[in-house]
DNA sequence: ATGAAAGCGCTAACAA
DNA sequence: TTGTTAGCGCTTTCAT
């Protein structure tokens, strides 16, 4: 069983030659229909399996595409590699992971890796790949998807409408009654743009939102002490709007610590809505990616260029999930415990 | 650039045959230096990089493997693709993502697509094949490696020691003075074995514990109510040990609603670690699985078996983390505010 | 409707 | 040290 049946093997013991078979195998449909019965009878009761590394040396085709996905989108990679895989295999490709190698020496190992096996296109987002990466594709006209691109650059890209998600989660907090707002963000361009969106609601809601940035590329935890500094010195606000779930359940830890509850004194709204938002206590209210939607679509549009078609980039409305972790505005003295 | 260069193209532009561009690429020690050198800079200056697909059909090997987890995998998923990717790309072997299909009719047809690849290894769960399925591959004598294979049937494995670990959670709440505690889990091989890890620690410590079995497949936030229901029944119990965090977290839920606090009046412990357990509150004491080393040992073994190595299972120690969710027992009456 | 033969890009005997 | 040649498994003209 190891060693696989061939054409040639089945073109033997049926007497044909190996382009009936192969031409029968592929339901041409010039071959007599009861040769081609035979033929591929016999190949199913043979175990018979074309070879696919073959075929692409003779077609030229691969149908192998590379997903490189980063670290920094660790905590979407599962549902949108989800996505990718369902439409891939639904399409006949394959796909090719690749989760490390952003920028480092390695990157261009591991993008050789990919050429040499001719895939026909790769997915990655603006964080798992360098622009020379990026270039490198270009050059060989391999065909790039970007994920969450965030509108930056001229690829095409599948992101998710950030700024219409920022004006959700002020909308919510608007209806509950909240009048300031703080804004916990990244200097990412994902986040600047949550922020804009959520800053355009705020005018036409008159809500006031207060910006922090926090560093992206820290440990998490530090990020948060940061926040609740931050919060402890001021006053008046009664909602924390953050760029993602991560952040979000920092800021209510802190929060917590300095003596507020979410969401009795201080309403808080994530962005993403990862696994576990709802799993956290208060469960946790935000704003909704479709994640394997977005993984289902971009592998689309990526065969779709395969394919040679023109397409555009596409961006999916996010939606807000209200679940705990926001309440009607109290009137209180913000920070008032903490001192 | 989209049409590659070949070895042709190279021998002709260096006036010398296929074959000595060929051996001079791949570092034959017979070439002349002075030529492989010369060959290797012009390859590099026009970008020449190897077709794969020829290569594999000449040589027979495809440095290819299959990764088939499954949507049961999916809180680790993550981690360990990993691990898979790093010690694969280390090595020059390339992983083939899979993450539909367990038992479906669309198994077969996925299946076949990496025996088309040619594949020379699997990496697979017993929740993301069927046994057909791994029937169909040991036929034809591709290596399969069982993730979190809990030791049941004669495939090599690699899994985390569940019994140690349920071992290490009791041991963490009997020196808190824990005496009751309830385990909860489902009906599965790797909770079963958790469990009995508990209950021979339990033995040890004299402490006593109690099942209950919560269906699997069913959404969780059912169990949970189950969970609830089941403690407001029971009086004396101090402490909760879980088959995973997801029910940990289920379980706090369910505690707090029934007014017990956590880690006040009942401590909770967790089995995995996964990503968010330290950011929910409180903080999740748990049993960390090492997952990224869990990927990273699967893919080594793998490869040590495709090269026809005879390889033995390994089984990784899992190590308590000591979080928020667990304290010293108090006197108090358990359940009862909850009536 | 079927067969013969060339070729895809590469490796590997074998010969020179 | 380099060149010739065959072959890997398949597709694809072009004949028959």
């Known amino acids: ?118 895939i026909e296109g790769v997915i990655c987002t603006r964080y798992s790949i360098s622009q020379q990466g990026i270039d490198r594709l270009e050059k060989m006209e391999i065909p790039i998807l970007l994920l969450r691109a965030d509108a930056c650059g001229p690829q095409t890209y599948v992101a998710v409408d950030n700024r219409l998600g920022g004006r959700l989660a002020i909308e919510h907090l608007a209806a509950l009654g909240h009048r300031h707002v703080l804004y916990v963000g990244y200097d990412f361009v994902f986040s600047q743009l949550r922020e804009e969106g959520a800053r355009e609601a705020a005018r036409d809601f008159g809500v006031k939102v207060e910006p922090i940035n926090v560093p992206a590329a820290i440990d998490r935890g530090a990020a948060f002490a940061a926040v609740s500094r931050r919060a402890k010195a001021l006053r008046d606000f009664t909602a924390v709007f953050c760029a993602d779930d991560v952040l979000a359940v920092g800021a209510i830890q802190a929060l917590q610590e300095i003596g507020l509850s979410v969401p009795h004194d201080v309403s808080v709204v994530g962005f993403d809505d990862l696994r576990w938002a709802s799993l956290i206590s208060p469960p946790l209210t935000t704003v909704h990616q479709p994640q394997i939607s977005q993984g289902e679509t971009a592998m689309e549009l990526l065969i779709a260029m395969v394919e040679g078609q023109q397409v555009a980039s596409t961006v999916l409305a996010p939606r807000l999930v209200v679940r705990g972790s926001t309440a009607p505005v109290v009137k209180r003295a913000a920070g008032a415990k903490a001192g």
Chains 1, 2 share one sequence.
């Open 1 to 118: 069983m190891r060693n696989h049946i061939t054409i040639k093997d089945i073109a033997r013991s049926l007497d044909l030659s190996y382009s009936t078979v192969s031409l029968a195998l592929n339901d041409a449909p010039v071959v007599n229909p009861r040769t081609r019965q035979r033929v591929q009878e016999y190949a199913r009761s043979v175990n018979y399996r074309p070879n696919a590394s073959a075929r692409a040396i003779s077609t030229g085709r691969t149908y192998l595409v590379g997903a490189v996905l980063g670290r920094f989108t660790n905590s979407f990679f599962e549902e949108i590699a989800q996505g990718i895989e369902n439409v891939a295999s639904q399409r006949g490709f394959d796909v090719i992971l690749n989760t490390s190698g952003f920028g480092g020496s390695s990157e261009e190992a591991h993008l050789s890796r990919l050429v040499d096996r001719r």
